[in-house]
């Protein structure tokens, strides 16, 4: 079973700032690797799915890099709408486990 | 509207049941695998369970196995989730989420419904 550990587990960041999260899965795996963002009293939205690709209507700033058990979401300018929680998912095992989270709240 | 709509929810007894729906609309359910995530109250998301999509694989979380069972009604457009022997730490907001064809992961998700496990 595959485990997802996220860190920083909470970042205060400005407007405009270039923010970074990583996540390390327990051991080396494939690209079967999603973020979603998350706010409060809502579902998960996918952001990036399959390490790198770019869901769907996600502006470019959100973007996805990594291998074998070290992953990142970088976002290159943050926006005010981008304040809110981020996970992780491996969805390389049948058990599709998420990483406990980022949260990205205001400096 | 392709939408996924979660009910069942409430307050139950430890060691009660409790039984979670989730309709979906407006897109071809049966072809479609599904898996349950839940959320306790400030904390992160965790895979419960999922379910091919014609009902034939199945897989569970360790923390509901045993306990929790899913299933589906492909005649209906629905999927549900029998949760019996309920804990403290069941507590949680249940979401109903839709694994994507292809390459994406989870890309359509409920509302949520909750579920509160107390005395």
New interface residues.
Partial sequence: ?IQMTQSPSTLSASVGDRVTITCRASQSMSS?L?W?Q?KPGK????LI??TS?L?SGVPSRFSGSGSGTEFTLTISSLQPDDFATY?C?Q?NS????????TKVDIK | EVQLVESGGGLVQPGGSLRLSCAASGFGFSSYEMNWVRQAPGKGLEWVSYISSGGGTIYYADSVKGRFTISRDNAENSLHLQMNSLRAEDTAVYYCARRAKGERPFDLWGQGTLVIVSS
């Fill in positions: 079973d079967w999603a979603y998350q579902a998960p939205k996918l799915y399959k690709s869901e996970y998912q969805y049948y058990s599709r486990n998420f990483g406990q989270g």
